[in-house]
């Protein structure tokens, strides 16, 4: 595909599908099967430069930007959606608000250790009363001296096991529903932080899913992001940039699910032929990469605006709800052509069936991303 991609980006997507087929898919398998957190990789993805792809140059990162971060998400996702998740969430959900809202202090403590790999972060907006309703959320902070004491428990935590970092949005004043919300960076050594329960889960089975508990956690007020009681208006901000990265997980997932589907239909006999000779087989690859194509052109165009500093959350929702719709079809349709293999733990096809599913879930599920889509078109209503 010529769209837009430089010579830059064609170097970054191959180091990225290098490291993925070398490093990545020979242990996938095993990690998910054990649900071990691959961490030896996550490593690696920060010494090869892929965990800051949004911090600038001056704090440690590569700072390429969200075009470039896109196309290598995609690479890692197509071998193993798990490690891709935590890559996902370290560039888009943890770096970025920190980019675009904390002060310098907080930048030049928290940005180059994240950009390096050195440390993990996590995003804690849901909670067990909160999820497409982040506004609801409960989890408190209230003054006391220089800090804040934290209360509360979050949900569904990705990377929270293994996180050094933590940037949590919690309720600052009872008295506002969005703007009674702020953002504060923690860390996990911190008295009072605990992780709670580890989910067990349909698919990423090697990325940690957890709770996290804070009971008279005391934060300073000197880590709070951005300002008091700009916790939600950042949160937003930030699943806009964070969609995309979920819309180019599910673009690599129907990758691998159209690559295995393939060579499957190439080898597989019936009938004394390639099943690949069949039309009903030929049509299911042909709508599989069809539709992939064209996910990835709204991927890579909602990348390109937000690089740009162009209005992007109408294309960001698009591009997640069209890539994680399709992705979901895509894996329903690999199973059927591989028949009962695909049904198996043997064949790679069962695994890209689970995991796609969260990708039509978390990040704002898909009514979620219409309900964006919506309004956005209908701004005559507001
Ligand atoms: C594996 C995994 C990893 C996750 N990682 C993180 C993370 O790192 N950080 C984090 O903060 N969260 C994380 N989440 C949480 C995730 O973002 C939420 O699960 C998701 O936003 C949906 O919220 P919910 O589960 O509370 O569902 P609910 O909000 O209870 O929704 C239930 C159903 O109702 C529908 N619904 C809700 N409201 C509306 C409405 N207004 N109109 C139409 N339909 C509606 C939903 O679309 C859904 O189908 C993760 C979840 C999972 C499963």
């Known amino acids: 595909m010529q769209f837009p991609l430089t010579e830059e980006h064609r170097l970054i997507q191959e180091t990225a599908r290098n490291f993925a087929d070398n490093e990545i898919a020979p242990v996938a398998d095993r990690h998910n099967r054990e649900g071990s957190f691959p961490l030896e990789l996550v490593k690696r993805l920060g010494e090869l430069g892929f965990m800051g792809m949004l911090v600038p140059e001056q704090y440690g990162g590569t700072g390429l930007g969200n075009l470039p971060l896109v196309v290598a998400l995609e690479e890692v996702n197509r071998v ?47 909670e067990p009363g909160s999820g497409s309703d ?59 932080f605990s992780v709670g329960k580890k989910e067990e889960k349909l698919g990423l089975r090697s990325s940690s899913t957890v709770q996290l508990v804070f009971e008279d956690l005391r934060v300073p007020a000197a880590n709070i992001v951005g300002e008091l009681g700009l916790g939600f208006k950042i949160a937003m901000h930030t699943l806009d940039g964070g969609r995309i990265g979920i819309a180019a997980q599910a673009v690599g997932i129907a990758q691998a699910c159209l690559d295995a589907s393939v060579k499957y239909a190439e080898e597989r006999e019936a009938f004394n032929q390639p099943i690949g000779r069949f039309q009903a087989v030929q049509f299911k690859l042909a709508n599989m990469a069809t539709k992939l194509e064209a996910a990835r052109l709204l991927v890579y165009n909602a990348a390109r605006l937000k690089d740009e500093g ?14 994680s719709e399709m992705s979901n079809e895509a894996a329903r349709e690999a199973v059927q052509i591989h028949g009962g293999a695909g049904y198996l733990e043997d064949f790679p096809v069962e695994r890209y069936f689970r995991d796609a599913r969260i990708t039509e879930i978390y990040e704002g599920t898909s009514e979620i991303q219409r309900i964006v889509i919506a309004r956005h078109l209908l701004k005559g209503l507001r």
């Open 80 to 126: 193993d959606a798990s490690t891709g998740v935590t890559m996902s969430v370290q560039n888009s959900l943890v770096c970025a608000p920190i980019v675009h809202f904390a002060n310098e202090t907080l930048k030049q403590k928290y940005l180059p250790k994240l950009a390096s790999g050195a440390f993990l972060g996590a995003y804690a907006l849901s």
């Open 310 to 323: 162009q209005p992007h959350g109408k294309e960001a929702a698009m591009a997640k709800l069209f890539a």
């Open 134 to 192: 982040a506004a609801g959320l409960v989890s408190s902070a209230v003054k006391d001296g220089d800090s804040y004491v934290l209360n509360g428990t979050k949900n569904f935590i990705t990377t929270g096991a293994e996180a050094d970092i933590v940037v949590a949005m919690v309720r600052t004043d009872p008295n506002h529903k969005t703007r009674g919300i702020t953002a504060f960076i923690l860390e996990k050594g911190w008295k009072g």
